[in-house]
């Protein structure tokens, strides 16, 4: 092991390592292993929380679209955070649905959209329509708000 070091967040160590054979180097990344609880599905069954299934519908919904892995991989570990948070030895996948789409409203409206058209499983163009008017209702009035807010900067620059 030639370096090692606590990542920015504090989850994880990140290892700079040289094979002794071949003196080719590599990082590796060790991460604590907690115990995840059992994702209750919506037909009652239990499974196994899998990172790889969170991780592999955000590459899905981020296709294509300015998200860098680095972001998809933040979002994996807010959410296994939150997941750890509640203490619970059972999550309903409801739970990491919505939060997974919380997440993807901030970063990019087209993967949220995209993630939540196979999620909430729309049955017809108007359900799909009425989430879209949704997002632009929130889009206009997060607009409002930050035009408001440079409104009253402006404004007390004035007075000083």
């Known amino acids: 092991m030639i370096d090692s070091r ?8 990140r290892r700079r390592r040289e094979c002794l ?3 080719r180097r590599f990082t ?3 991460r604590v292993e907690e115990t995840m609880p059992l994702v209750v599905k919506k037909d009652g069954r239990r499974e196994s929380y899998d990172r790889m299934k969170i991780v592999n519908g955000l590459k899905r919904a981020c296709e294509k ?3 860098s892995i680095n972001t998809i991989e933040a979002i994996a570990d ?11 030895k059972e999550v309903p996948s409801s ?3 919505e939060a997974v789409m919380r997440e993807l409203h901030d970063v990019d409206e087209v993967a949220y959209v995209r993630f939540a058209s196979v999620y909430r499983s729309f049955k017809d163009i108007n ?3 009425v989430e879209l008017e949704e997002l632009l209702k929130a889009r206009k009035e997060q607009s409002v708000r930050q035009a408001a807010a440079k409104s009253r900067k402006g404004q007390g620059n004035r007075l000083s």
Request: charge should be neutral; include cysteine; charged fraction near 35%.
């Open 65 to 67: 679209r300015p998200v």
């Open 6 to 13: 606590l990542s920015k967040d504090g989850n994880m160590v």
């Open 78 to 88: 807010r959410l296994e955070r939150a997941l750890q948070e509640r203490g619970e």
């Open 21 to 23: 054979k071949c003196a």
């Open 28 to 30: 590796t990344y060790e």
């Open 127 to 129: 359900e799909f329509m």
């Open 95 to 97: 739970f990491i649905g």
